[in-house]
């Protein structure tokens, strides 16, 4: 169980000051003599500004030196458990700040590699796990895909610096239309030469590229207005990669379709 303070339990356990307050006792009680609450106004108004002088004291207390010594309360595995996700989170976006590459070159990684467990286990129903084809598409991740779309996307904006819907729309055909396709036929090109097929590269382009290449833009073009549109630069390769696990699950039955 984990604890917070006791001033910190009092002051958030009301769920109308909070939703109608936004924490501010002064706004809390000011709205509750306002909306007089039963038929008493007089009586309402005197116990809203008791409640007002306590959390008052209470808050000067909880800012004097001693504050610290204060007893704490138990909240709940749900409360501790938001609370344990909000931190794992706010750790990996600061990581992904401080170190963008390696982020975005491990969250490839990973995604690729469940993408990758999840088509030979889910959609191909193995009944063994090929390690050679699920450590080759992890490395695909790792050192091709994810440098490969921090760079494109950090160097994007500066190739076409255009706001708004021309400037998108630029960025979209860009993405789509030169990136997309090198990138696929990249892609199977690394995959084969990793899993000793090489001899085979020709004629998986031939049968696949095209029909891969059409896939992404019907999946990535309407993802990708929105990415543009709407995502922070720095979060796009991530977001790119939520999208991707999906994505990589085709793209690696496509990669091992015989």
């Known amino acids: 169980m984990a604890t917070i303070p006791l001033s910190s339990a009092v002051l958030g356990g009301s769920s109308v000051w909070r939703r109608e307050c936004g924490g501010d006792p002064f706004l809390y009680a000011r709205s509750a003599v306002s909306a007089g609450f039963g038929q008493d106004l007089r009586k309402r108004r005197a116990q809203s500004w ?19 010594g204060m007893k704490s309360v138990e909240i709940g595995a749900p409360e501790a458990a938001n609370n344990a996700a909000f931190s794992l989170w706010s750790r990996y976006v600061g990581l992904l700040d401080s170190h963008p590459l390696v982020m975005k070159s491990l969250t490839a990684g990973l995604l690729n590699a469940f993408s990758d467990l999840f088509c030979q286990i889910v959609v191909e ?38 706001p708004g819907v021309l400037g998108l729309a630029l960025r979209i055909a860009a993405d789509q239309f030169v990136f997309t396709p090198l990138g696929t036929g990249t892609f199977f090109a690394v995959l084969l030469t990793l899993e000793g097929r090489n001899q085979q590269l ?52 496509a990669g091992h379709k015989k």
Do not use: E
């Open 202 to 253: 020709w004629s998986k382009l031939q049968q696949d590229w095209l029909p891969t290449v059409i896939a992404n833009w019907k999946v990535w073009i309407p993802f990708q207005l929105v990415n543009f549109g709407l995502v922070p630069p720095q979060l796009q390769a991530g977001a790119a990669c939520l999208l991707g696990v999906i994505w990589s699950v085709f793209i690696s039955f």
């Open 50 to 68: 008791h409640f007002v002088r306590k959390v008052d004291d209470l808050c000067s207390r909880c800012m004097s030196p001693d504050a610290q």
């Open 125 to 162: 129903k193995s009944q063994t796990i090929d390690f050679q084809r699920l450590l080759s598409f992890t490395a695909i991740g790792i050192f091709m895909s994810g440098p490969g779309m921090h760079y494109w996307y950090g160097f994007l904006p500066k190739l076409i610096p255009y």
